[in-house]
């Protein structure tokens, strides 16, 4: 296989379809990002309301949650593929339509709300779909790496979208940031039709979608290592991914320039994620990936409660770089144990927890934060965590047969 010597993340965009599925995914990415910050933007250019970019936020969001398990039983009872190219044209559609509304003077806060909910909509109906697909165009044995490699261009996507979004905002005009993801995403239709994918098998039922929805939660819920993962993601997700929304208030309390601090502590978690993810080993074990998320927990306290700024960036360093292992251990594992006929259902729960768990335990956090301060919240929430942890280890033993 060409690549050899690289690291296996990188190593396996030499798998040409999905090397092809990266280049795309990455550039569609990075648009959805420049739109969220294009957007954000307007309504706080409009309204200066932190409340509407709250319910901008919730657009984006609350798609996930209502539609995200139905969206599961689309990608294994539908093709997969025709699924990311229908979804694609009718994301650049809501691209351009923002653009055009934004050019003749059209645009208002309810309109874009209203467009950026569909946006959510579409990328809420379509990610089953888009993970399941990864195990169509790799090899198992590499499929830890493809995850890993995926996970890496969400935060490569994170980083570059909002810097074009701001350089494109301040040198050119906000619209050329609706129309630049509308070719970004067509581009990725492009790329979706030259991949020529095996046919699956997919067999009749007379199953209604709550049926085919509650088998999804069903395997999840009594496959032993299944129950382990998706219980370290929901933790992990409240008391350590949560973090990263809160790096706003650890910026404060550490830098004397809140927005510089925000800025270094956001890139150094995305460099620690990069890294991580470029670095990640196939055979990932239940054990590993459990001891990564503990190792977050103890990067969230020593964040929090760093008396120097270099010790923050440090600490946000290895918090990205954990809950990135975190995250792709958890896929994997998902991907791999999952049969092809359930995969998109369980990696619709699994979306639902990785999306959602961060915002549960960021309002609890940050309420407590208010009450008795940052640090003391973050000890108590790694605690439970830690506890929770060593518990799944324990438990977890017996199940390391079945992964």
């Known amino acids: 296989m060409r690549g050899e010597g690289l690291p296996a993340p990188l190593r396996v965009l030499f798998h040409g379809q999905f090397g092809l599925f990266v280049g795309g995914n990455t550039l569609t990415l990075t648009g959805t990002w420049m739109q969220r910050i294009a957007s954000g933007w307007l309504v706080w250019h409009w309204t200066g309301s932190v409340f509407w970019l709250g319910m901008l936020a919730v657009g984006d969001l609350l798609p996930v949650v209502v539609i995200g398990p139905l969206a599961g039983v689309a990608a294994d009872r539908w093709d997969r593929l025709k699924q990311n190219k229908i979804a694609q044209v009718l994301s650049a559609f809501l691209a351009l339509a923002l653009a055009v509304l934004l050019l003749f003077d059209r645009l208002n806060i309810t309109s874009l709300l209203i467009l950026a909910t569909l946006q959510g909509t579409l990328v809420a109906a379509v990610q089953p779909a888009r993970l399941a697909m990864i195990q169509e165009m790799v090899p198992r044995e590499d499929m830890s790496a ?4 995926n996970s890496v261009n969400v935060n490569l996507a994170r980083l570059l979208g909002p810097a074009v979004a701001g350089l494109m905002i301040v040198y050119l005009d906000i619209i050329w940031v609706f129309v630049l993801n509308a070719l970004f995403t067509l581009l990725f239709v492009v790329i979706l039709g030259q991949l020529k994918l095996v046919p699956r098998v997919i067999h009749p039922t007379q199953s209604n ?13 009594r496959t032993p290592a299944m129950r382990v993962v998706l219980c370290a993601l929901l933790v992990g997700g409240i008391a350590v991914r949560s973090m990263l929304e809160l790096l706003p208030a650890v910026a404060a309390q550490t830098f004397l320039d809140t927005t510089t601090g925000l800025a270094v502590l956001t890139g150094a978690a995305a460099v620690g994620a990069i890294v991580s993810g470029l670095t990640a080993r196939s055979g990932q074990s239940l054990n590993s990936i459990l001891l990564w998320w503990a190792l977050g927990a103890i990067a969230a306290c020593a964040l929090t409660s760093a008396p120097y700024a270099f010790l923050a960036v ?4 290895i918090l990205g770089a954990s809950i990135t292992r975190g995250m792709v251990g958890t ?6 144990a999952t049969p092809d006929a359930l995969r998109g259902r369980v990696l619709s729960i699994h979306g639902l927890i990785a999306r959602g768990s961060p915002a549960l335990g960021a309002l609890p956090i940050g309420y407590a934060a208010d009450i008795i301060g940052l640090p003391s919240t973050v000890m108590v929430a790694s605690s439970l965590l830690l506890v929770i942890t060593a518990a799944l280890l324990i438990g977890g033993r017996s199940v390391q047969l079945h992964l």
Request: glycine content about 4%; overall charge neutral.
């Open 146 to 149: 493809a995850v890993a490699i």
């Open 209 to 221: 979608f709550l049926t085919l929805m509650r088998e999804g939660f069903t395997y999840a819920l």
């Open 314 to 317: 440090a600490a946000a360093t």
């Open 331 to 336: 896929q994997t594992i998902v991907q791999l």
